[in-house]
């Protein structure tokens, strides 16, 4: 073996994971440390994992002049006297950059030769973070020349999974932190995708078992039952798995913490008596499974949806969606797929997971964001085209693929839209234009995919009224804007009118399948800004107009009643009482006049003298006594 392979390969003896003398030229220019593991060839575990070239870096020539030959042929040795600085003039920043510019000489010619048994790089790494000033250094150097100040030494962080579930900081690596963009490795990294070239090792996370333990009666007959539930009535609203590949014995073989999210969401809807158990067993596995660093889809999947499906009083969804998203960026989701796919039907389903898992994540990130007024995490550019992804592999058999394109192009067109309202330009007619552009390109997405007659290939149509829902819901939004430039235009308030009665047939469908009441938070906050708007419409509406947004807030207040059924801490429980809390303050701001349509001008001899008959529908619900007392409903809203 050459001198350089021994430099390179050696380590600290008695290690399974061990820092080189010399790092690869893939993790000197990343700066970052270079841990290897006996036994692997001389390649670095970060080049392992990212398909690199592990190879020694360049010998640099040292610098100056060259040593001295003497007499007997040795180099000799001259000594060295690292230069004084002022007290005052020293911060930390540049004590720590001076001593390292000295420390270099004084580990060669001062300190013993590792040959006596010390290491040197050791000594250098143990006096860095210690050592303040340079004066101190000097003191030191020439106080005890010969001996070697005791430091407490720095323990490294295994790269490793297995190194990780031992050492001391096991769940610290700051490599995984990197950015996910880094040039050197995509330029000498592996071909796309990524996820399936370079699948990190995670650690195994106990727990079937357990999962099957909380089904009493007959486990295996259940566990079928609740995941057969999921994928039938629970998976298209987010879209996430493909029945043909997520099994119950593909859960169970391959992530525990993904098979349990999906029983465990299932069971709310069809065994309420064992859901709390079991979300909490999913919650502490997946906490777990977070912890001890595993990355892969199947966490990914089991945040989304034990997030979608969350319990009303938790509020951690925008952060665990962001770790989702950090670990889409790990495993490169975000570079997109260049060749076909295989022809074997479980690969390409595999490679079709991850693609739909990250775009899965683009909704959640839009969705989040908009609901938190907050920024978006993940670059469009980041995804590939949704409606050729989804017309690509139709021949595989039906999916929820074409659902998801749908809801991408919708998220985009709320960003192009944000990027309107945020936009510096003040001018109405730049407005106006833009809000026509984006409600014609809405209009066309309701016309593309919401064909009743001949929907796209792929599209169930009698599925989709969440998605229609959604759509005219972002249109109604686009239409809110029109009226806010004129209050009092009545063709205005009838345009928006016409929009909310559509979203209300949409209301009364989605609850007569019975999705009204697994839709969770998206219901909510779609069918409570349909409640203010309606409300702020009341009060600048003609009698007729009154008489509508009266009728149509009774029938939203009827479809989740009968959703919500017993329940009183459900998301359709929510609204319900908001709804009613709504007609209440109506009937009780009718009674007492309208301040909002005095402050507008309009007086009712304007409307000819005409009394109110709605008051009548009102009456019932002024009269009801308030249900939010012993409830925690201003925290849920």
């Known amino acids: 073996m050459s001198v350089t392979g021994d430099i390179f390969t050696n380590g600290v003896a008695g290690s399974s994971s061990t820092r080189s003398k010399l790092a690869c030229a893939a993790c000197r220019q990343n700066k970052v440390r270079c841990l290897r593991n006996e036994g692997l060839d001389h390649a670095c575990m970060r080049c392992l994992r990212y398909g690199l070239a592990c190879t ?11 040593r001295r030959e003497s007499s007997n042929g040795n180099s ?95 769940n610290l690596d700051l490599s995984e932190y990197l950015d996910p963009a880094d040039r050197p490795i995509h330029l000498a990294g592996p071909n796309a995708p990524f996820f399936l070239n ?42 996430v798995l493909d029945y043909k590949l997520h099994t119950l014995s593909y859960l169970r073989r391959t992530s525990t913490v993904l098979f349990t999210a999906v029983i465990a969401v299932a069971s709310k809807f069809s065994r309420p008596d064992l859901h709390h158990s079991l979300l909490s067993h999913a919650q502490t596995l997946l906490t777990r499974s977070i912890n001890n660093g595993v990355t892969d889809v199947a966490v990914v999947q089991s945040i989304m949806i034990l997030m979608y499906w969350k319990l009303p009083a938790d509020t951690s969804s925008w952060r665990k969606i962001g770790i989702a ?29 991850a693609e739909r898992t990250w775009m899965c994540l683009f909704c959640f990130d839009r969705s989040l964001s908009h609901m938190y007024g907050l920024p978006a995490v993940i670059q469009p550019n980041h995804l590939m085209d949704p409606a050729n992804w989804a017309r690509e592999h139709t021949y595989i058999g039906p999916s929820v ?45 309701l016309c593309r995919y919401w064909r009743k007659e001949a929907p796209p290939i792929g599209f169930e149509y009698e599925k989709e009224h969440v998605g229609l829902w ?7 939004v686009l239409k809110r804007h029109y009226l806010e430039a004129s209050p009092n235009d009545p063709i205005r308030i009838d345009a928006c009118l016409s929009y909310a009665s559509r979203i209300t047939d949409q209301i009364d469908e989605v609850a007569n399948n019975g999705d009204l009441e697994i839709m969770q938070d998206t219901s909510s906050v779609m069918a409570s800004s349909l409640t203010v708007l309606l409300r702020k419409m009341f009060h600048l509406s003609s009698l007729t107009q009154k008489t509508l947004i009266i009728n149509l807030l009774r029938r939203i207040l009827t479809a989740y009643t009968r959703a919500a059924g017993m329940e009183h801490n459900t998301a359709p429980a929510y609204v319900a009482r908001f709804v009613q809390r709504t007609l209440r303050a109506i009937g009780m701001e009718s009674k007492a006049g309208s301040p909002m349509r005095e402050q507008a001008g309009i007086s009712d001899g304007m409307l000819g003298g005409e009394q109110p008959d709605f008051m009548a529908q009102l009456q019932q619900f002024m009269v009801m006594p308030d249900e939010t007392t012993a409830l925690n409903d201003e925290d849920y809203w």
């Open 76 to 170: 000799k040795t001259t000594s060295y006297t690292p230069p004084l600085a002022s007290a005052s003039s020293l911060d930390p920043a540049h004590s720590f950059w001076s001593m390292e510019r000295s420390l270099g000489h004084f580990s060669q010619d001062i300190l013993p030769s590792s040959s006596n048994g010390i290491n040197t790089n050791e000594i250098h790494h143990n006096l860095a973070p210690t050592l303040t000033t340079n004066s101190n250094l000097h003191h030191m150097i020439i106080a005890q020349p010969d001996a070697i100040p005791s430091f407490p030494v720095a323990q490294s962080s295994p790269l490793s999974s297995e190194a990780e579930a031992t050492g001391p900081n096991r």
């Open 56 to 66: 020694a870096p360049p010998i640099n020539k040292r610098r100056g002049r060259p």
């Open 401 to 445: 693929d074409v659902h998801l394109a749908s809801s991408i192009e919708l998220c985009k067109l709320k960003d192009q839209w944000r990027a309107i309202c945020d936009s510096t330009t003040q001018s109405s007619a730049y407005n106006d234009a833009a809000l026509d552009s984006v409600l014609a390109q809405s209009e066309a997405l």
């Open 198 to 239: 370079n699948t990190p090792k995670s650690p195994t996370i106990e727990g079937d078992e357990n999962s099957l333990s909380e089904l009493r009666d007959d486990p295996e007959a259940e566990a079928t039952a609740l995941v057969k539930l999921f994928h039938d009535r629970l998976n298209h609203l987010v879209a």
């Open 470 to 476: 959604s759509t005219l819901d972002f249109m109604l």
């Open 325 to 353: 998203i950090r670990m889409g960026y790990q495993l490169y989701w975000h570079v997109p797929r260049t060749q076909s796919l295989p022809k074997d039907d479980t690969a390409a389903r595999k490679i079709l997971n």
